[in-house]
T-cell receptor, first 116, second 114 residues
């Protein structure tokens, strides 16, 4: 069973361009989380999605950021008109279900976004 | 709102010595507690987790953690560290019950010296 896949692993964008980050959860997982890690900081929650639904987007910046998890295909985190402050590592995690003692989030390797 | 504090930003330990990384949380009830490890340029790997029951939890790679409700702590320990343990360690909590978003501490960077 392949782990959580993220691509690209590294992404360079100029200010004002769009960045699209993709996350394929583990097989059988229907819950996806996105986290952002700024340099020298811990991970900060951004958004929690289930198939075709945004469950919690309380950590998403109000502008320029959006996320989706369609019925088919990977989850996408989209950043429009990127600025230097968006430079960070973006991690995706997936889980098979919410709650319970067996609960665990499995993390992907991350996408490192650099805005020049 | 829940929060996690890792008071030690950087710890240096000699190979073979014991290790304890501190984690304190703030939450109204008993949350679900996790320790993750991140090697440079990599994603996060779960070391161990606590939901309920026995307050001493065993994890992978020889790590263990003890939940102490009275101190709101969940410290990570290892009796004898190996050079391969050098990494960043994150403590995290989630309230459970349908929204499992993790709140992370700022991390502790572990350096191992020969």
């Amino acid at each position: 069973n392949a782990g959580v896949m993220q691509n690209p692993r590294h992404l360079v964008r100029r200010r004002g361009q769009e960045a699209r980050l993709r996350c394929s959860p583990m097989k059988g997982h229907s819950h996806v989380y996105w986290y952002r890690q700024l340099p020298e900081e811990g991970l900060k929650f951004m958004v929690y999605l289930q198939k075709e639904n945004i469950i919690d987007e309380s950590g998403m910046p109000k502008e320029r950021f959006s996320a989706e998890f369609p019925k088919e295909g990977p989850s996408i985190l989209r950043i429009q008109q990127v600025v230097r402050g968006d430079s960070a590592a973006y991690f995706c995690a997936s889980s098979p279900d919410a709650g319970g003692p067996a609960y665990e989030q499995y993390f992907g390797p991350g996408t490192r976004l650099t805005v020049t | 709102a829940q929060s996690v504090t890792q008071p030690d930003i950087h710890i240096t330990v000699s190979e073979g010595a014991s290790l304890e990384l501190r984690c304190n949380y703030s939450y109204g009830a008993t949350p679900y507690l996790f320790w993750y490890v991140q090697s440079p340029g990599q994603g996060l790997q779960l070391l161990l987790k606590y939901f309920s029951g026995d307050t001493l939890v065993q994890g992978i790679k020889g790590f263990e953690a003890e939940f102490k409700r009275s101190q709101s702590s969940f410290n990570l320990r290892k009796p004898s560290v190996h050079w391969s343990d050098a990494a960043e360690y994150f403590c995290a909590v989630t309230p459970g019950f349908g929204n499992e978003k993790l709140t992370f501490g700022t991390g502790t960077r572990l350096t191992i010296i020969p």
